[in-house]
Each structure stands twice: as structure tokens, then as C-alpha cells.
């Protein structure tokens, strides 16, 4: 249960003011101090949330965010056709970005990007046409990874606005490892700078976070992870859990000056 209750604390007037300044048709919701869904204020969202919505199928005009923590209705949405509806896929990138950005050990710069186009009719699908082709290639986690960095060179020659601007590797890889439990695909755990500095710290030298991600590092970085789980007999996402916590715990013994 460690993993799916590691949550983060997010301004949800701050995101959901973004959104509908950008036209976005996205509604992101979190859980207030009992527990209580709300769109407003300070909220909760954990990784239970952003998970339960990756598995969830429907309208998303209807029910933009999929809320469920008893076991039958995870079971119920666990089953549920797969969708890659343009909405419910750019809800969860959100999601992804406002828990990576609120997230105590993460601390990823809070920044609003749209991630889609208007065509003029209220109709959002350009831009979501590279999340869609990337969630059909979660089986192959490389692939799926490399669609969403060079959306350009796998989809095509893209018309303006096609792109994913400004989607990086940390809010990317955290929409592909929910997709990647949802689907029960390869599981892909995401790729974030104190992880990487934490294992170099542990004699790991593949490469360093000030590189650009490839998807050659990415592999790496995959393939390394999934290792130690085996060796350490658990799941790739408690590792690296463990990995970025344990890095932001020796910042704060540095700055405390008790480190030995």
C-alpha cells in the first residue's frame, strides 16, 4: 500500500484556473481534509488516484476524474475497456504534472503548459493524438517513451500545434507508468533527477541527470531499475520511491550540516 498512498498536496484553484484560461477541458479534482471529493482549495491526490484514473473508461465531460477505493469498484475499473479518449488521457497528463509538482520529494518547478489545441469547435485532438499513439504503444515502453519526446518523427510530419510542447521527461514518464499499471503492460517507472543522482551516489554511472533523456537512457534507467526490484525481491516503483527519498533525505542533512 506504500506506493499507493504516496501522495502530494495541490493548489487546485491554481491548476483548474490554468485550465480554464487555456480552454482546456480538463477538471482536476483532489480529496479535501475528510476524505471528500473537491475541485477547490488545497486538496490531496494520490498515486491510488492518478492509477484508478488511468484505468478509467468513459465520457470525461461526465465524470472527468474516476474516484475508487473500495476493491470491487478498482475490480470494475481494472476491467473496463481501454480508452484512449483524448480527455480522459490529457486529465491524467495533469494529474501527472500537479502530483509530480506538489509531491514533498519530487519538487518539480510548477509550470502550465497546454497540451492541447482548440480547433475552433470545442473539439481537442491534435495535440492528444500523441498521447493516444503513445498509450497504444505502452506494451512497448521504449516506443511509447520516444512518441512522447518526438512525437513528429513517429507520428509523421505534424501540422502546427501538433506537437506536445513542453512535456519533459519527468511529467511524461509519471503518465506512462500509470498507463503502464492500468494496462498491465511493462511496468515503466519514471525517470526523475534525484534518482538518478541517488544511484550514481550508489556507484551507478550510466549516465547523469544533467543529460537529456534519450531513449537510450531511458531504457538504461528501465532496465536498471527493474533489476534491483528483482535482486530486492519488490516492485520497480518502491525502488525508486526509496531512490528519490533517500536522495532528498541527504539534502536536508547537508543543509542541517550533520552529515558525516
Known amino acids: 500500500m506504500a506506493l499507493y498512498e504516496d501522495a502530494a498536496t495541490v493548489d487546485l484553484d491554481w491548476w ?15 480529496r479535501g481534509p475528510d476524505g471528500e471529493i473537491v475541485d477547490t482549495g488545497i486538496a490531496e491526490i494520490s498515486r491510488l488516484d492518478i492509477f484508478t484514473h488511468a484505468r478509467f473508461n468513459g465520457d470525461v465531460d461526465e465524470s472527468p476524474f474516476f474516484w475508487a477505493r473500495e476493491s470491487a469498484a478498482m475490480e470494475l475499473a481494472r476491467n473496463a475497456e481501454r ?24 519538487r518539480n518547478r510548477r509550470v502550465f503548459h497546454r497540451y492541447s489545441e482548440d480547433s475552433g469547435d470545442g473539439y481537442f485532438a491534435e495535440v492528444p ?13 521504449d516506443l511509447a ?19 506536445v510542447p513542453g512535456l519533459g521527461p519527468v511529467v511524461s514518464t509519471h ?18 533527477p534525484a534518482a538518478i543522482n541517488m544511484l550514481i551516489r550508489c556507484g551507478w554511472h550510466e549516465f547523469d541527470a544533467s543529460e537529456s533523456l534519450t531513449t537510450r537512457n531511458f531504457s538504461v534507467f528501465q532496465e536498471t531499475i527493474h533489476d534491483w526490484a528483482k535482486e530486492a525481491r519488490t ?10 527519498k533517500s536522495w532528498h533525505e541527504l539534502g536536508s542533512l547537508d543543509r542541517r550540516g550533520v552529515r558525516g
Not at 92 to 98: E, H, K, V
Not at 145 to 163: C, I, K, M, S, Y
Not at 176 to 190: E, G, K, N, Q
Request: net charge negative.
Open 83 to 106: 480508452s484512449n479518449d483524448a480527455g480522459h488521457l490529457l486529465t491524467l497528463l495533469y494529474l501527472c504534472a500537479a502530483w509530480s509538482s506538489g509531491h514533498p520529494h519530487r
Open 235 to 244: 516492485a520497480p516503483e518502491l525502488v525508486e520511491m526509496w531512490l528519490v
Open 175 to 192: 503518465f506512462l507508468a500509470a498507463l503502464s499499471i492500468a494496462r498491465r503492460a511493462p511496468r515503466v517507472v519514471p525517470v526523475e
Open 129 to 141: 493524438s500523441a498521447l493516444a499513439a503513445s498509450a497504444s504503444f505502452i506494451e512497448d515502453r
Open 145 to 163: 517513451f520516444a512518441v512522447l519526446q518526438h512525437p513528429d518523427t513517429w507520428l509523421g510530419r505534424l501540422e502546427d500545434g501538433q506537437n
Open 16 to 30: 483548474n484556473l490554468k485550465l480554464w484560461e487555456h480552454r482546456v477541458p480538463v477538471t482536476l479534482l483532489g
